[in-house]
């Protein structure tokens, strides 16, 4: 264990061997890529070529626990691992507070759900490098149009749950997990102080309304997973984590139902798929901030080492 290191080498340490992982992972992508691409018509090529991609992805975040270990054990305090299938498909939904929050959700999810994605804006495809490894393992990218853009062009209306549906067809091919956010962005304070909430900020509907509305009769239950750093309040928390001062890490992991009826609807223009997807994700925040309140009331002392990390 490297943790005697000063912290600021540590975190350069860190940083350098997740860019090499990075780099010598996507090198193993070109060749799969290159052939998903020449026959991404052939479905069972198409299949052989994501499969492949997602084992060398569970690869890549195998190797990035690795060096976080290296760096520093963590203390892994969690509930709710128990029973989740790798065959099963499942809708992730988070808090958000950090991107470290990746590395968790990767880290505790590995191989005890399928490979997690996420839904991605539509103009991410062009980053490089990520933009077509995102696209080679199948990441959805997401184009929502505003009722301006609508009204100014009605052909576009339902366009974005159409778009969004035909990446979602390639997950009848394999069992899926999917990552949604509902805050939108990283908590910081200016934010959190304009929220109804104590320690969320307020969620978006319309973003989980469009995934469900995409693939909800794909999927088998909804994750719903609150993290907590309660040693580490503040910012920067992805460069606590690389120099090692993320001593303690809580998880906990609700299973629930999916939503029924989603399938297919559009969240704009129907106002009781809007009230049903308000209401849910609503009462889903009400009760994460009472938990997340009752957590930091009572893990002020240190806690065991969890035996299902």
């Known amino acids: 264990m490297l943790h005697f290191l000063p912290a600021p080498l540590l975190g350069v340490i860190a940083f350098t061997l997740i860019a090499l992982n990075t780099c010598f992972s996507f090198t193993l992508f070109i060749p799969v890529i290159i052939i998903k691409v020449l026959f991404k018509?052939?479905?069972?090529?198409?299949r052989a070529c994501s499969v492949w991609l997602m084992e060398l992805g569970q690869r890549w975040v195998l190797c990035n626990s690795g060096v976080l270990a290296v760096v520093r054990p963590v203390e892994w305090d969690i509930e709710g691992l128990?029973?989740?299938?790798?065959?099963?498909?499942?809708?992730?939904?988070?808090?958000?507070?950090?991107?470290?929050?990746i590395f968790v959700l990767q880290h505790i999810f590995h191989r005890r759900i399928p490979f997690l994605k996420f839904f991605l804006k539509q103009e991410l495809i062009w980053v490089p490098l990520l933009g077509a490894a995102w696209w080679a393992l199948d990441f959805p990218f997401m184009k929502r149009y505003s009722r301006e853009q609508i009204a100014k062009n009605p052909s576009l209306r339902g366009?974005?749950?159409?778009?969004?549906?035909?990446?979602?067809?390639r997950f009848k091919d394999y069992p899926v997990s999917v990552i949604n956010f509902l805050e939108g962005t990283r908590r910081t304070p200016a934010k959190l102080a304009k929220s109804p909430y104590r320690h969320l900020l307020k969620p978006k509907a319309g973003g989980i309304a469009l995934v469900l509305a995409a693939m909800g009769d794909y999927l088998t239950e909804v994750l719903d997973v609150t993290i907590l750093y309660p040693d580490n309040p503040g910012k920067n928390?992805?460069?606590q984590l690389l120099q090692g001062k993320i001593k303690r890490i809580v998880v906990r992991i609700r299973r629930l139902p999916v939503p029924a009826n989603t399938a297919g609807r559009d969240y704009q223009e129907d106002p009781e798929f809007q009230t049903q997807i308000q209401n849910w994700v609503n009462t889903l925040w009400e009760e994460k901030d009472a938990l997340i309140e009752d957590l930091e009331q009572n893990l002020q002392r240190p806690m065991p080492l969890s035996a299902g990390s």
Do not use: P
């Not at 018509?41 to 198409?46: L, P, S, V």
């Not at 366009?159 to 067809?169: H, L, P, Q, S």
């Open 41 to 46: 018509f052939h479905t069972g090529i198409r």
């Open 82 to 101: 128990e029973n989740l299938d790798m065959n099963g498909s499942y809708l992730l939904v988070s808090n958000h507070q950090t991107w470290t929050d």
């Open 159 to 169: 366009k974005d749950i159409a778009t969004t549906r035909t990446y979602c067809e």
């Open 237 to 239: 928390l992805i460069g």
